[in-house]
């Protein structure tokens, strides 16, 4: 990443604030009301874990960033079909690719599939991987531009 993208990337993540995106991404996959609410209410860090909560049992859940592709794809494994698990076993990566690199590799793989996979950025050292559809992509895509994980 250049400088010139870092210091964007950084100064739409001060000026959107920390949890906005999550609160937008939550409303895009329909969550409840009340996780709606809970999360506005909710610090930085618990909205966060209310998020990552949610998805894990809906759509994703969350790799350390010294994870291997192979473990990447097991945990998408769960939210793929049969078909979908097949196309993400054939990217071949080295010992040296990073989350964000194999996520778009799996995505790519994924390319006619009427889901896709994405990587945020969380406040920790780890990543949020969603498994989503597609026609969803392009939101999700803006309302995290600051946070897809690169």
Known sequence: MSIQSWFARSLG????????????????????DD???A????TDDECEASF????????????????QPQDIAETLAAFLSAD???????????????????????????????RGVRALDSFGDFYIVLVLPRHLLPRFDEINQHWIAA
Do not use: Y
Request: glycine residues 6%; proline residues 5%; hydrophobic residues 30%.
């Open 35 to 37: 996780a709606l609410h």
């Open 84 to 114: 979908e698990v097949s196309l993400i076993q054939t990217p071949t990566f080295n010992d040296r690719t990073r989350p964000p690199q194999a996520i778009q590799g799996f995505d790519e793989s994924l390319k006619g599939s009427p």
């Open 13 to 32: 993540r001060v000026r959107e604030g920390t949890k906005a995106h999550l609160v937008s991404s939550a409303e895009l996959l329909d969550f409840t």
């Open 52 to 67: 990552v909560e949610h998805v894990s049992r809906t759509c994703g859940g969350t790799v350390d960033w010294r994870e």
């Open 39 to 42: 999360m506005r209410e909710a």
